[in-house]
């Protein structure tokens, strides 16, 4: 008789937890580090009506939208879920700030001119990764043969009933 996969919530939580733990730190330290001084020089550089950097700002303030919609919606609910919620209210309302202020005639002069093989690239190499990430818990839960408890573990909030 084969032995039957563990899969208990015992046995992938741990897995789960420290792959959601080190996603977070991840982009924690990613916020800090790039994004938050990012979205300092934007908003001092933006004030001379650069193309150019009203683009950077709107992607800096992008990357806090989506940071912070992911903390709210997709993180167990803790202490800082209202600090989730009123950042990426925020970022938001910034983001829309940011754009009306863009101005659509001088940026449509300049598409020309904006790099396109570098970015294409990036956005490649980003979307591989993204991939490979997301799929190393689903694929080690399969491959043990408890594929459901991945999601199952998420949504119960990484605790025991």
Known sequence: MAARPNCSAE???????FFAGAGNRGTDAVTVLVAVPLLVVCL??????????????SGAVA?????????????AFNQLFLVYVALFSIALWMLGL???NLNVVRLAGQV???PRTGL???MLVSGVATA????????GAACRGCAGTVGQLHHRGHHRD
């Open 11 to 17: 046995a992938c939580t741990s897995t789960t937890l």
């Open 44 to 57: 001092v550089r933006t004030r001379r009506a650069s193309v150019r950097w009203n683009l950077l700002l």
């Open 63 to 75: 990357w806090f939208l989506y940071v912070y919609l992911t903390m709210a919606v997709g993180s």
């Open 98 to 100: 940011v754009i009306t």
């Open 112 to 114: 020309h001119s904006l």
């Open 120 to 122: 294409a690239v990036l």
């Open 132 to 139: 490979m990430i997301w799929l190393v818990p689903i694929l």
